[in-house]
């Protein structure tokens, strides 16, 4: 079983859905990251959270440390928004366990 | 600020050649490490490093070899490569407190 599970694997959504991507894990964390890649692109950092609740735009993401599970949440979805996220957790080290990543594809 | 610096962007090989993937940091982060990604296999980690001189095995260390001799930089190297390390390669940094800084990853191919 992977330390780090999300869930769903493939999302499809209609432009302007409010989407809801899961992440579960199973070892103790220092923090847990929400990243994003773009087809063929690198991966940027959305969010770092090591309790409650954080929001940037139209993207929150929230933590529950006793259920050691997280969620990422896109409010009124777009087209851009079409990426893969991954859910990744970190300890003392700096070094991170991913998730198999969710691939988002939001249609116009 | 550069961020992380990684280089190169593409690199094709033959069978036994060696090579060093670069990566630099300018943010004067103490933890740096290096990740490669497969289809279907998500993100593993090859190896990482807490600090200047310290690196240890992250689960895919085998045919790798790092060093860290001083704080920005993180070099990989690949002693003898082998098709199987045909992947993308991504070196991130970071410190316990911030979000972690991916380079823009290599796309390696060995022939």
């Known amino acids: 079983k992977n330390e780090v599970e999300q869930s769903p694997q493939n999302l499809t959504a209609q432009e302007g859905e409010f989407i809801t991507i899961n992440c579960s894990y199973s070892?103790?964390?220092?923090?847990l990251h929400w990243l994003q890649q773009h087809p063929g692109g690198g991966i940027v950092s959305l969010f770092m959270l090591s309790s409650g609740k954080k929001k940037h735009g139209r993207l929150i993401a929230t933590i529950n440390i006793q259920e050691k599970h997280s969620s990422l949440h896109i409010t009124a979805s777009h087209p851009r928004d079409s990426a893969v996220y991954i859910c990744?957790?970190?300890?003392?080290?700096?070094?991170?366990?991913f998730g198999q990543g969710t691939t988002l594809q939001v249609k116009p | 600020n550069a961020g992380v610096t990684q280089t190169p962007k593409f690199q094709v090989l033959k069978t036994g050649q060696s090579m060093t993937l670069q990566c630099a940091q300018d943010?004067?982060?103490?933890?740096m490490s290096w990740y490669r990604q497969d289809p279907g296999m998500g993100l593993r980690l090859i190896h990482y490093s807490v600090g200047a001189g310290i690196t240890d095995q992250g689960e895919v260390p085998n045919g790798y070899n790092v060093s860290r001799s001083t704080t920005e930089d993180f070099p990989l190297r690949l002693l003898s490569a082998a098709p199987s390390q045909t992947s993308v390669y991504f070196c991130a940094s970071s410190t316990m407190n911030t979000e972690a800084f991916f380079g823009q990853g290599t796309r390696l191919t060995v022939v």
């Open positions: 070892v103790g964390i220092s923090a």
């Open positions: 943010m004067n982060h103490e933890y």
């Open positions: 990744a957790v970190s300890g003392n080290t700096g070094k991170l366990i």
